[in-house]
């Protein structure tokens, strides 16, 4: 399965013959080990709602795996995403490795969701009720919403997962792969944002949603069904577990890394893409033999020895196949050339279609075979070897998923040549005297030859612009909280500026060399204080004022006079400072959470908006974590809700048009006269 890629028809028979001859009975699919699984499976669990099992012997594996894993943990041993930080913070080390899964969790939940009410009941699957019942019970390949991918792509993720770790090689425990087959199981589908994702260190933020799923986090939500029903709904992630007696787990740190790092969503919807992708293949052969006869060509284009001749793999296989496609018809013209008045040779669309069709089929090939070689292994990191005696935990890159890029490249070059031969064909067939070197499709028998495509422009342009509505929405919040920062700081240093001098003054001043330039030292010292500050911005706070303060020494030493009483002055001064500049943070930054507004510091544009996010949709100044904590008080706006949940309220004022009629009451105010203006002219 996992060999070289081999001929086209070879994967084609034995993928659909995998698709129409199930094992039939309830957990009858073969149980997955870590290298069993195909894309026949994962479009039998993720369309049709297949169940799936996980082998006796992955499970064994699974279970030495993190039992391997915890015995190196309990050694100290410095181990990436357990007691260190993540990606270029791993130099940091940490003995919370509870809240540090926590915070990864809260970190990678950023996505953007349309929002959904679920008081509203049913959601129907599909609203064209003239669908058979064998139609509706196949759930949609494409998304319904801009922001939500398709059940069946989560559903194939949770496999793909489910058949990485199975490998027994990435710690986690077996509870964990429980509760995710509990959720293909019951048909609880976490709801995932479509974009977010750059497949850096694997698909990180679409997992953790799954991640988030499982441990039954309340600002999470899911898709519910019945097995085989044809209606769903959305429900929060706590209630759903609850509605289908799921007990949310408590994830260890090394669970939490192991199912947020991997290939595993890139390589389901790539699996999805190449069924999709074999299919289309098939019939462009088969349109192909048709449209030679329905245009009354020949079979010599298609002879073996053309073939044999320059014997790409991919066209001697398409040249067999359309000449056996060929075989018996009578409208096929074996005598072409015999008349002195007929075209001797086929146009290009058929002539060279095998040479065309062919390297396509060598791609998909070899596409096949790299998606169905990533379904089929480990890609998290770190992997520990447990195989041995002394087992080793080892960092690579396995989640770098450039073969899936590889693979859906070709099948979308792939899917562009098919359609252009088709299209080619198509057109002769319409109208047999059209250019075909046209990219335009024409109409009304080539009447209509030039037109401008603008619906399928405006389409494309429109997909665009919502991938583009994604950046200022949350560029809005990151500007309003970086608004709330700097009035937090504002408010601070105007707070802290006249102890800061007295204390400073009152310190040293009779040790000055010159007691005359105090009031030039202490302007100097504050200057020189709040520089350090801005340059100090990635620190904490603690260290952050820490170098804010000993960056006063050089300016403080040359002005003092030469004695042990004006030294031990001056550590006074200093530690004075940095007791009373924390406190006073803390304090200022726990009354800025509560009720701080920056309004007062911004221009007219700035302060329409920052009250309109504010105020309107209700989205608070994130303060620190208890800012999105669950709150007791469930009304209380702005809190128990991730940053997606906060980006997407921005997402749905926009589409509904709210936030354009405060954008453009901005605009408004720069037409009305402005005396300010007027008078600098």
């Given at each position: 399965?996992?060999?070289?890629?081999?001929?086209?028809?070879?994967?084609?028979?034995?993928?659909?013959?995998?698709?129409?001859?199930?094992?039939?009975?309830?957990?009858?699919?073969?149980?997955?080990?870590?290298?069993?699984?195909?894309?026949?499976?994962?479009?039998?669990?993720?369309?049709?709602?297949?169940?799936?099992?996980?082998?006796?012997?992955?499970?064994?594996?699974?279970?030495?795996?993190?039992?391997?894993?915890?015995?190196?943990?309990?050694?100290?041993?410095?181990?990436?995403?357990?007691?260190?930080?993540?990606?270029?913070?791993?130099?940091?080390?940490?003995?919370?490795?509870?809240?540090?899964?926590?915070?990864?969790?809260?970190?990678?939940?950023?996505?953007?969701?349309?929002?959904?009410?679920?008081?509203?009941?049913?959601?129907?699957?599909?609203?064209?009720?003239?669908?058979?019942?064998?139609?509706?019970?196949?759930?949609?390949?494409?998304?319904?919403?801009?922001?939500?991918?398709?059940?069946?792509?989560?559903?194939?993720?949770?496999?793909?997962?489910?058949?990485?770790?199975?490998?027994?090689?990435?710690?986690?425990?077996?509870?964990?792969?429980?509760?995710?087959?509990?959720?293909?199981?019951?048909?609880?589908?976490?709801?995932?944002?479509?974009?977010?994702?750059?497949?850096?260190?694997?698909?990180?933020?679409?997992?953790?949603?799954?991640?988030?799923?499982?441990?039954?986090?309340?600002?999470?939500?899911?898709?519910?069904?019945?097995?085989?029903?044809?209606?769903?709904?959305?429900?929060?992630?706590?209630?759903?577990?609850?509605?289908?007696?799921?007990?949310?787990?408590?994830?260890?740190?090394?669970?939490?890394?192991?199912?947020?790092?991997?290939?595993?969503?890139?390589?389901?919807?790539?699996?999805?893409?190449?069924?999709?992708?074999?299919?289309?293949?098939?019939?462009?052969?088969?349109?192909?033999?048709?449209?030679?006869?329905?245009?009354?060509?020949?079979?010599?284009?298609?002879?073996?020895?053309?073939?044999?001749?320059?014997?790409?793999?991919?066209?001697?296989?398409?040249?067999?196949?359309?000449?056996?496609?060929?075989?018996?018809?009578r409208l096929v013209d074996r005598g072409r050339g015999l008349d002195a008045s007929s075209l001797r040779q086929d146009h290009y669309s058929l002539r060279t279609a095998s040479q065309w069709l062919?390297?396509?089929?060598?791609?998909?090939?070899?596409?096949?075979?790299?998606?169905?070689?990533?379904?089929?292994?480990?890609?998290?990191?770190?992997?520990?070897?447990?195989?041995?005696?002394?087992?080793?935990?080892?960092?690579?890159?396995?989640?770098?998923?450039?073969?899936?890029?590889?693979?859906?490249?070709?099948?979308?070059?792939?899917?562009?040549?098919?359609?252009?031969?088709?299209?080619?064909?198509?057109?002769?067939?319409?109208?047999?005297?059209?250019?075909?070197?046209?990219?335009?499709?024409?109409?009304?028998?080539?009447?209509?030859?030039?037109?401008?495509?603008?619906?399928?422009?405006?389409?494309?342009?429109?997909?665009?612009?919502?991938?583009?509505?994604?950046?200022?929405?949350?560029?809005?919040?990151?500007?309003?909280?970086?608004?709330?920062?700097?009035?937090?700081?504002?408010?601070?240093?105007?707070?802290?500026?006249?102890?800061?001098?007295?204390?400073?003054?009152?310190?040293?001043?009779?040790?000055?060399?010159?007691?005359?330039?105090?009031?030039?030292?202490?302007?100097?010292?504050?200057?020189?204080?709040?520089?350090?500050?801005?340059?100090?911005?990635?620190?904490?706070?603690?260290?952050?004022?820490?170098?804010?303060?000993?960056?006063?020494?050089?300016?403080?030493?040359?002005?003092?006079?030469?004695?042990?009483?004006?030294?031990?002055?001056?550590?006074?001064?200093?530690?004075?400072?940095?007791?009373?500049?924390?406190?006073?943070?803390?304090?200022?930054?726990?009354?800025?959470?509560?009720?701080?507004?920056?309004?007062?510091?911004?221009?007219?544009?700035?302060?329409?908006?920052?009250?309109?996010?504010?105020?309107?949709?209700?989205?608070?100044?994130?303060?620190?974590?208890?800012?999105?904590?669950?709150?007791?008080?469930?009304?209380?706006?702005?809190?128990?809700?991730?940053?997606?949940?906060?980006?997407?309220?921005?997402?749905?004022?926009?589409?509904?048009?709210?936030?354009?009629?405060?954008?453009?009451?901005?605009?408004?105010?720069?037409?009305?006269?402005?005396?300010?203006?007027?008078?600098?002219?």
């Amino acid at each position: 399965m996992m060999g070289s890629p081999g001929r086209l028809n070879e994967v084609l028979l034995t993928h659909w013959s995998r698709l129409e001859n199930p094992p039939a009975g309830p957990h009858a699919i073969k149980a997955i080990n870590g290298h069993n699984l195909d894309i026949a499976t994962v479009v039998l669990v993720a369309r049709l709602n297949a169940a799936v099992q996980v082998s006796d012997d992955a499970q064994h594996a699974i279970i030495k795996g993190a039992k391997a894993f915890e015995a190196k943990s309990a050694t100290g041993e410095a181990i990436y995403g357990i007691n260190t930080g993540f990606g270029g913070s791993a130099d940091i080390r940490t003995k919370a490795s509870n809240k540090l899964k926590e915070d990864l969790l809260s970190s990678l939940h950023y996505g953007i969701l349309a929002e959904t009410t679920t008081s509203q009941g049913c959601l129907d699957h599909d609203k064209d009720s003239q669908e058979t019942d064998l139609l509706k019970s196949v759930l949609r390949l494409t998304h319904e919403f801009a922001t939500v991918m398709p059940e069946s792509w989560i559903r194939a993720s949770i496999l793909v997962t489910l058949n990485s770790l199975a490998h027994g090689v990435s710690g986690i425990t077996l509870p964990t792969i429980e509760a995710l087959l509990r959720l293909l199981d019951c048909s609880v589908t976490p709801r995932v944002p479509l974009h977010g994702s750059i497949s850096a260190s694997g698909d990180v933020s679409p997992l953790a949603y799954i991640a988030g799923v499982l441990e039954g986090k309340p600002s999470l939500t899911v898709y519910t069904r019945e097995r085989q029903n044809t209606q769903r709904r959305v429900e929060r992630a706590d209630i759903a577990l609850t509605n289908n007696s799921m007990t949310p787990i408590v994830l260890t740190a090394r669970d939490c890394l192991a199912l947020d790092n991997g290939t595993s969503v890139s390589a389901a919807v790539a699996a999805l893409a190449m069924h999709e992708a074999l299919g289309l293949a098939a019939l462009s052969q088969v349109l192909t033999a048709m449209s030679v006869e329905a245009l009354r060509g020949t079979d010599e284009s298609f002879d073996p020895f053309l073939a044999a001749v320059r014997p790409h793999l991919g066209q001697v296989e398409s040249s067999r196949n359309i000449s056996i496609m060929l075989e018996g018809s009578r409208l096929v013209d074996r005598g072409r050339g015999l008349d002195a008045s007929s075209l001797r040779q086929d146009h290009y669309s058929l002539r060279t279609a095998s040479q065309w069709l062919g390297p396509t089929l060598e791609d998909l090939s070899l596409a096949n075979t790299q998606i169905t070689v990533e379904l089929n292994s480990a890609t998290d990191n770190p992997l520990i070897d447990a195989s041995i005696s002394r087992p080793r935990v080892l960092y690579g890159g396995n989640f770098q998923a450039k073969a899936i890029t590889s693979a859906v490249e070709k099948i979308r070059q792939g899917a562009q040549s098919i359609g252009r031969i088709l299209f080619a064909q198509c057109t002769e067939l319409i109208n047999p005297v059209t250019s075909l070197a046209s990219h335009v499709q024409t109409a009304e028998m080539g009447n209509q030859g030039v037109n401008s495509l603008a619906l399928i422009s405006c389409r494309y342009t429109l997909d665009a612009l919502d991938i583009l509505s994604s950046l200022p929405l949350q560029h809005l919040v990151a500007v309003c909280q970086a608004l709330d920062l700097r009035a937090l700081q504002w408010r601070f240093l105007a707070t802290l500026e006249p102890e800061f001098r007295a204390s400073i003054r009152q310190s040293i001043a009779t040790h000055l060399a010159n007691p005359e330039s105090i009031d030039n030292l202490l302007d100097r010292c504050w200057n020189t204080f709040c520089a350090r500050l801005d340059a100090t911005t990635t620190l904490g706070s603690v260290p952050r004022f820490s170098e804010a303060i000993a960056s006063l020494q050089p300016l403080i030493m040359p002005s003092l006079m030469s004695s042990g009483e004006a030294f031990r002055a001056l550590v006074c001064c200093n530690e004075h400072l940095h007791d009373f500049t924390r406190k006073l943070f803390t304090d200022i930054r726990r009354q800025y959470v509560r009720e701080g507004d920056a309004a007062e510091l911004l221009g007219r544009a700035s302060k329409q908006m920052y009250r309109y996010i504010r105020k309107d949709l209700g989205i608070r100044f994130i303060g620190g974590p208890e800012t999105l904590a669950v709150p007791a008080d469930p009304e209380q706006s702005g809190t128990g809700l991730t940053m997606g949940a906060l980006n997407s309220r921005v997402r749905a004022a926009m589409v509904a048009g709210k936030l354009y009629q405060v954008v453009m009451g901005c605009i408004k105010e720069t037409e009305r006269p402005n005396p300010s203006v007027l008078a600098k002219l």
